[in-house]
């Protein structure tokens, strides 16, 4: 990359070539880490780790109901993006919306009994999945880094009341 200073502005903190190493180290691990889990998910349960997501965060809410806008949040996700997934999981049955009572143009979304068991069904070999790509690879120290890594990294890129440019606010 080169080190000429753009537009007359301050010139770039590249990286080092450790930062370098890592950083291509994090992208490739993490592409991979998806894309092992995606195939996974699509080969037991017929659907991809998004969905996946979404079942598990719908079968932890009270009465299997949360609002769209706090599933798009927590998935990080857009609302367009959410709203074609929760239309798939209707049209395989697991999921259904609803009005919501408190407000009138808000909706939940309700994980159905036929979704419960799906999620059942597709639980054990997921986190088999994720155990055998992340956890039995790693120390209980490195769990305890790789967690404490990951928080900072997402509080950096989600900070509060910053009004930034995050997926469910679009």
Not at 54 to 60: F, G, Y
Not at 84 to 93: M, Q, T, V
Not at 157 to 165: F, H, I, V, Y
Request: hydrophobic share 35%; net charge positive; charged share 30%.
């Amino acid at each position: 990359m080169t080190t000429a200073s753009t537009a007359g502005g301050p010139e770039p903190r590249w990286l080092s070539d450790e930062e370098q190493r890592v950083w291509r180290s994090y992208l490739h691990a993490t592409t991979l880490l998806e894309d092992s889990l995606d195939r996974q998910l699509q080969r037991d349960a017929g659907m991809p780790h998004i969905y996946y997501g979404l079942l598990v965060q719908l079968a932890e809410a009270p009465r299997r109901r949360r609002r769209m806008t706090e599933l798009a949040r927590d998935a990080k996700i857009t609302r367009s993006r959410l709203s074609h997934a929760i239309a798939r999981l209707e049209k395989n049955g697991w999921v259904r919306r609803e009005d919501c009572p408190s407000d009138k143009r808000g909706q939940n979304a309700y994980l159905t009994d036929e979704g419960y068991e799906v999620l059942k069904k597709a639980a054990p070999g997921h986190v088999a999945a994720v155990r055998q790509a992340i956890f039995d690879r790693l120390s209980p120290e490195q769990v305890r880094q790789l967690g404490e890594i990951t928080r900072i990294m997402t509080e950096g890129l989600e900070p509060d009341g910053t009004g930034a440019d995050l997926p469910w606010l679009r």
